[in-house]
């Protein structure tokens, strides 16, 4: 018995339209992050729990913190990105000039790493990476550049 070759590109056909429509119901369904380099990366980061992106972002300073001494030494301060979200910057001062000129209510332009955390997140690897491993971070800061 032969098989009529309309049904064989009918199912063929069918089967096509399945595998797109499951294709797109999961594209739409997976977090994505967004394209451009943004705080809006930060945003999305924090709502989806992820960490080890790269960002860039500015925000005001609202609290500067002591600096972390234990291991390779930081310098830490708390920016409010966007809508009430906060972060933490973790800037190392080991491999990079610590900011003595750093004040609450000023804006600060960041490039580093994103990692998650509960309480809006931190990001590190302000500074240049010298075993060049790793993508140079940095700080900007009343026009100069720290890294």
């Known amino acids: 018995m032969r098989k009529r070759p309309h049904t064989t ?11 797109l429509t499951v294709v797109s119901y999961f594209n739409k369904r997976i977090a994505k992050p967004p394209d451009q380099e943004s705080t809006a990366q930060i945003q999305w980061a924090f709502a989806n729990q992820k960490s080890e992106i790269q960002v860039r972002g500015s925000g005001v300073i609202i609290k500067t913190l002591k600096d972390d001494l234990k291991g390779a030494r930081h310098q830490r301060f708390l920016v409010q990105v966007a809508q009430g979200q906060t972060i933490l910057i973790a800037h190392n001062i080991d491999l990079a000039p610590r900011i003595d000129t750093i004040q609450k209510g000023e804006t600060i332009s960041f490039y580093g790493v ?7 997140g931190v990001v590190h690897w302000t500074h240049h990476d010298p075993k060049r491993r790793h993508t140079d971070g940095w700080l900007k800061y009343h026009g100069k550049i720290y890294q």
């Open 9 to 19: 590109r009918t199912g063929i056909i069918l089967f096509l339209i399945l595998l």
């Open 114 to 120: 994103y990692e998650w955390n509960n309480k809006g």
